[in-house]
Every structure is written in structure tokens, then in C-alpha cells.
């Protein structure tokens, strides 16, 4: 009878703390992750652009893997819901190019450019009851500068600064590993497109961070 009671309570007890670690409550969260992205090659619409601006002819090319930052803060709503806002940046990366203007005269130059603006969305999580809690889907937007530092010579001689400035479309897939109490690591793939509002320029990323959450 003893055993039995034994073999009650521990089975009872099995249930009631699986109930409770299913339990969600809403709350806040920020975090931040560092990865690797490919952005769009712009050689060839440089090019063309030179080529239609001084004739003859036109090369470039670009470098297309950068190293990208971003912080972020949450609030999770329900368990398939959270709302999210991050702040995002990429260092500096170049794209060279050099020709000859339709009246003989050689020219080269840089641009130095880097990308950074602010994303907006919702993560969609199965529920606590399938196990796959931790995976999410991202979708929702973004607002995004390109700065570019640009120098000529050649034809002329010139050095300029310049941000071109848009809106575009965010989504991702991801998953959070918790680790530890109300601390998270996060793997993400993230799509960010029409990068300063430029419908030829986009980045993928892959990126891996920390979460905590209050």
C-alpha cells in the first residue's frame, strides 16, 4: 500500500511541474546577436550607371560579406506571439571601379559604404505543448540608411558623402535555446530587403546572440 502511495505521489508530482514548466506569462525581453551577411552585388548597376554617364566603358566590383550587429528588445504577448524592436548595423565595406570615358581619359574610385536602420516585427512560435516552443518566424519591416563615401579620379576629382534612405520588408526564421534561467542563445536567419529603399539591394544574414528576459 505504501508503494503504491509512493508511486502516486511521484506521478502526481511528474504532472504537476510538467504543467507548471508549460505555464506562459507575458513579459519583456532584449537581447543582442552578431553575425555574418551577404549583401546584394551592385558592380554591375555601377557600371552600367558610369557607363551611362561619361560612355566608354566601365568595371566594379564589390565586396559582398560583411560583419553585421543588432540589438533588440521584445515583449512576448501570448505563447505564439511576441513583438519585436531592433536596431541593426554592418561595418564598412567597399566597391572599386575604374573605365575610360568615351573621350579616352582613364578614371578609377571607391565607395566605402555600411548599412544601419531599425526593424519592426512579430515572431509566430508553435505552442508550449509541441515541444518547438523556442523556434519562431519573423516577419514584419524595417526603416534603413546606406552611407556611402565615395572618391574619383580621373575624368575629375572629386570625394562626396551621401545616405540614400527607405523602407523595405524583414523576415526570418530562428530558434531560442534556453540555457539557463530567463537566459536564452538565439540562432537566426534573417532577410532584410529594399535596403535604403533601393528595390536592387538586400542582405541575408546569419546571425547568433544571447536573450534575457525580465
Same mark, same amino acid.
Do not use: C
Given at each position: 500500500?505504501?508503494?503504491?502511495? %509512493?508511486?502516486?505521489?511521484?506521478?502526481?508530482?511528474?504532472?504537476?511541474?510538467?504543467?507548471?514548466? +508549460?505555464?506562459?506569462? $507575458?513579459?519583456?525581453?532584449?537581447?543582442?546577436?552578431?553575425?555574418? %551577411?551577404?549583401?546584394?552585388?551592385?558592380?554591375?548597376?555601377?557600371?552600367?550607371? =558610369?557607363?551611362?554617364?561619361?560612355?566608354?566603358?566601365?568595371? %566594379?566590383?564589390?565586396?559582398?560579406?560583411?560583419?553585421?550587429?543588432?540589438?533588440?528588445?521584445?515583449?512576448?504577448?501570448?505563447?505564439?506571439?511576441?513583438?519585436?524592436?531592433?536596431?541593426? +548595423?554592418?561595418?564598412?565595406?567597399?566597391?572599386?571601379?575604374?573605365?575610360?570615358?568615351?573621350?579616352?581619359?582613364?578614371?578609377?574610385?571607391?565607395?566605402?559604404?555600411?548599412?544601419?536602420?531599425?526593424?519592426?516585427?512579430?515572431?509566430?512560435? $508553435?505552442?508550449?505543448?509541441?515541444?518547438?516552443?523556442?523556434?519562431? =518566424?519573423?516577419?514584419?519591416?524595417?526603416?534603413?540608411?546606406?552611407?556611402?563615401?565615395?572618391?574619383?579620379?580621373?575624368?575629375?576629382? %572629386?570625394?562626396?558623402?551621401?545616405? +540614400?534612405?527607405?523602407?523595405?520588408?524583414?523576415?526570418?526564421?530562428?530558434?531560442?535555446?534556453?540555457?539557463?534561467?530567463?537566459?536564452?542563445?538565439?540562432?537566426?536567419?534573417?532577410? =532584410?530587403?529594399?535596403?535604403?529603399?533601393?528595390?536592387?539591394?538586400?542582405?541575408?544574414?546569419?546571425?547568433?546572440?544571447?536573450?534575457?528576459?525580465?
Amino acid at each position: 500500500m505504501k508503494m503504491k502511495l %509512493a508511486l502516486a505521489a511521484a506521478v502526481s508530482t511528474f504532472f504537476v511541474t510538467a504543467v507548471q514548466a +508549460q505555464t506562459f506569462t $507575458p513579459g519583456f525581453y532584449a537581447g543582442a546577436e552578431l553575425g555574418s %551577411a551577404q549583401v546584394k552585388d551592385q558592380s554591375g548597376n555601377i557600371s552600367s550607371a =558610369l557607363v551611362s554617364s561619361v560612355g566608354g566603358t566601365a568595371n %566594379a566590383s564589390q565586396d559582398k560579406n560583411v560583419f553585421i550587429g543588432r540589438i533588440f528588445g521584445g515583449y512576448k504577448i501570448i505563447e505564439n506571439v511576441d513583438v519585436e524592436l531592433g536596431y541593426f +548595423q554592418t561595418n564598412s565595406y567597399s566597391l572599386n571601379f575604374n573605365g575610360t570615358s568615351s573621350g579616352g581619359t582613364a578614371y578609377s574610385g571607391s565607395a566605402n559604404q555600411k548599412l544601419s536602420g531599425f526593424d519592426y516585427s512579430v515572431l509566430l512560435r $508553435p505552442s508550449i505543448s509541441t515541444g518547438f516552443n523556442g523556434a519562431f =518566424l519573423r516577419l514584419g519591416g524595417h526603416y534603413s540608411k546606406v552611407k556611402a563615401d565615395v572618391s574619383v579620379t580621373g575624368v575629375t576629382t %572629386a570625394v562626396a558623402s551621401g545616405n +540614400q534612405n527607405g523602407s523595405g520588408f524583414v523576415a526570418g526564421l530562428g530558434y531560442d535555446f534556453n540555457v539557463a534561467d530567463n537566459i536564452d542563445i538565439r540562432a537566426e536567419y534573417m532577410h =532584410l530587403d529594399n535596403i535604403g529603399g533601393s528595390s536592387s539591394n538586400s542582405t541575408d544574414s546569419i546571425m547568433i546572440g544571447v536573450v534575457g528576459k525580465f
